[in-house]
């Protein structure tokens, strides 16, 4: 048995760290998943929704006035924050909840951390008829209370989860628990490329989409690919999308850009490249944070959706093997490209996205003038008003 | 494969029990819990009051497989500076009281180890063996191969969603003895133990020789009986946890070592019922 190789790895990165119990589920949804891949009546009725619903394809937008302050470089954005729900996240839910109507479940659960996953499973659920329960550290839930909002009028169940820190990894470990005890009548749609095999390869193919879209959008904008692809990485779900369909394209950079919070010497981070120690959370291995005895450690951003120490195993890999390369844009870097952007262009980004913004503010100085960066553009900020008001003190409260 | 456990592993005391005409108490505490001294005054309390064997839970910043009781138990380790060693300290303590010490423990905690250097360091401390929650035997190459090399025993676990290739596969792959999971979740006190545990021992009986020891949701004398009904051993880990929440560490003792002899009765009368 342990001769042959896993299912579900990326070099040593991956593979299925869960209790026994899960792996009956395990087994069908993988079994399911690759039913429906080939299967006509399943792409039509997802090809239906994308473009029916979610709004797909989403548009490309050529940002001048903001690429003017990345050293002159043309700066194209992939505009999945004009998704229904207002997000990339869409992409994958509408397929697992497919899937979960196709394995004959009737309720889905997910955990969220911005909200964008949470509003987005909610979304689908009250669309295809499924009973929805969401986890949500409460520290999320006090910082995202509009999407909690959101998600309880689209008729989810809303759990804030007040164990360890409170955030988007003490969901996953909350959703986990659920998902034991109800597999028999319970989906849970991990809402990244994260968790046990086939999670990673599946949610990845989900959002394939993206970069399909988005390599034929260029090309036929530009008649050239990009030199570089920039997003930013929390678990890597948007990441993944946009990056997989330029893996062959050799000549194209794959650029992920994590959260480094308050600095990397802070501690206060979630970039977990930056000391890449591979270690297993959440079903996977991969990169984590964690201390000398393999004890998870708190990751910090200003975006709930990137405060995560663990990183899906694919991009793990990508950057085990050279193809992709990651960096991080600090709190601070982040709000500046964050407000360049509403005020250049009048398109405001999650907060997650203005990590692959101010990336690609560094990498346009890095490459000048001549360099065609392609950014993927995950979210809307509507969401972070909250968060982006009271750090520029635009109300009054202490950020 | 059959169980071949070492002289000083645990199908020594899962094979005395069975002579005895009785199932074994297996009684889980975690390490550092409610402090370091306490925890290991704890772990001699449950073996000199029936506990046959002791699973030493190492507290984890992430435990999925656990519930509430075990969760703040686990908590409280960590905020008192419980480190991944001193569950050799537990480990030695548990072996001079007189039982095998077992080590229930996330993966990730092994891994950083190093599993090699783990299984050394637990074999040199007088450890019987890991029991591990979150690791399959499809990913535990490297666990498989130091425990033959250190002999200590391998008990991964089976759930009543196994289907009957996973129960060949998984109890084919266990020495000392294979952990039933009695229900679908995570762990704690329940109010009953259901007919799921007792399909799943049967189904499991029928692909392995090996000893099936039941946990999840026992805490009573009673529930201990039904489960020695048709279990070779019964795990309890959340109900005995929960005598030292909220006490001085002496009241506390008493309680676990009565609720200890409450469920060494419940295990002895469980064969003849």
Redesign the interface.
Known sequence: MTDTPTPGRFGRFGGRYVPEALIPALEQLDEVRQKAAVDPDFLDELDRLHRTYTGRPSIITEVPRFAAHAGGARVILKREDLNHTGSHKINNVLAQALLTKRMGKRRIIAETGAGQHGVATATAAALMGLDCTIYMGKVDTERQALNVARMKILGAEVVAVEHGSQTLKDAINEALRDWVANVDDTHYAIGTVTGPHPFPEMVREFHKIIGIEARQQVLDLTGRLPDAVIACVGGGSNAMGIFHRFIEDEGVRLIGVEAGGEGIESGRHAARFAVAEPGVLHGAMSYLMQDEDGQTLESHSVSAGLDYPSVGPEHSYLRDIGRAEYRYATDEATMEAFRLLCRTEGIIPALESAHALAGALEVGKELGPDALLLVNLSGRGDKDMHTAAAWFGLIEEAR | MTAIGTAAGTAEVLARCKAEGRAALIGYLPVGFPDHAGSLRAMTTMVENGCDIIEIGVP??????D?GAV?RAA?MA?AGGT??ADVFDAARTVREAGAPPMVMTY???????GVARFADEFAAAGGAGLIT?????????DW?AASERTGLDRV????????PE?LA??TS?CRGFVYA?ST???TGVRATVGSAARDLVERAREVTDIPICVGLGVSTGEQAAQVAGFADGVIVGSALVSTLFDTDLEAGLERLAALTRELAAGVRQGQAQ
């Not at chain 2, 991964?156 to 289907?163: K, M």
């Open positions: 984890f910043s992430d435990p999925v497989m519930g969760q908590g960590l480190r991944v993966w990730n905690l092994v891994l950083r180890r929650p979150d690791l399959i035997p499809d990913e535990a190459g498989i991964f676990l089976i759930a009543p969603s196994s289907t996973r596969a998984v792959q999971a679908m979740g995570v």
